[in-house]
């Protein structure tokens, strides 16, 4: 399993990240919330759907049931974690309380599926509704496409790519219901490359990725992976 690389050197003892306790870990994490974070890595999963898949294998090979009878729009989906309690946590601290001091262990370990993956021309933040971010002062998927970005010196597309209508949150709706909110939220302007990845911080049901990638892939991009940081089980 690919370890999380580490960022710089803490000189000074700091709460970790989950469980307060101070640590000088370089991850903002203490030793025994390292070694479950790592643990929840590596896992096989759908390269359909991304979910933890048993059949998926270590290479990525079979995709699960759901996605064998129905192809989903892009074309392969990575997720780095499975939004458990620890994840949830991690994400909203970051995204509800401003605290950037997790995104550097949250682009690791988002890296850690992507280093296998071929790589596309550009990355593509998922697209925040202008009034959203207005409100929350930036895109958490802009933050992380940014660090993956610069880890593996790809250009970040974003400028042509928005969200057009304010959706509300998706949490409690069921697929079919995000499907026909989301019809008309995104559109792409101008010249879009061949091979792009979209990012995001979490997968639900997947319905937003599609939407973009059938407005990306009219737009003329080939192929669209999805990467997640966490995908809900």
Excluded at 67 to 89: E, I, Y
């Amino acid at each position: 399993m690919e370890r999380i690389p580490l960022g710089r050197r803490r000189w000074f003892a700091a709460p970790c990240h989950l469980c307060n306790q101070d640590t000088l870990g370089s991850t903002g994490l203490c030793p025994s919330c390292e070694n479950e974070w790592q643990a929840l890595l590596g896992w096989p999963r759908c390269p359909g759907c991304a979910t933890a898949h048993a059949g998926a294998g270590l290479g990525g090979g079979e995709r699960c049931g759901q996605c064998a009878v129905r192809a989903r729009p892009f074309d392969r989906a990575v997720a780095a974690v499975d939004l458990d309690p620890s994840a949830r946590h991690l994400l909203h601290r970051l995204k509800y309380h401003q605290d950037f001091s997790t995104l550097p262990l949250l682009v690791a370990t988002l890296l850690a599926p992507v280093n296998g993956e071929a790589a596309p021309d550009a990355v593509v933040p998922m697209p925040l509704h202008p009034s959203r971010r207005r409100q929350r002062g930036f895109n958490q998927a802009e933050l992380l496409a940014r660090g993956v970005a610069r880890s593996l010196r790809l250009p970040v597309h974003d400028r042509g790519v928005r969200r057009v209508r304010d959706t509300g949150s998706l949490t409690d709706l069921a697929a079919a219901s995000r499907r026909r909110v989301l019809k008309g939220a995104f559109v792409a302007d101008g010249a879009l490359p061949a091979h792009v990845a979209i990012v995001d911080d979490v997968m639900t049901t997947g319905s937003s990725a599609a939407a973009l990638t059938r407005v990306l892939k009219e737009a003329g991009v080939e192929r669209v992976d999805v990467w997640t940081l966490a995908r809900t089980p």
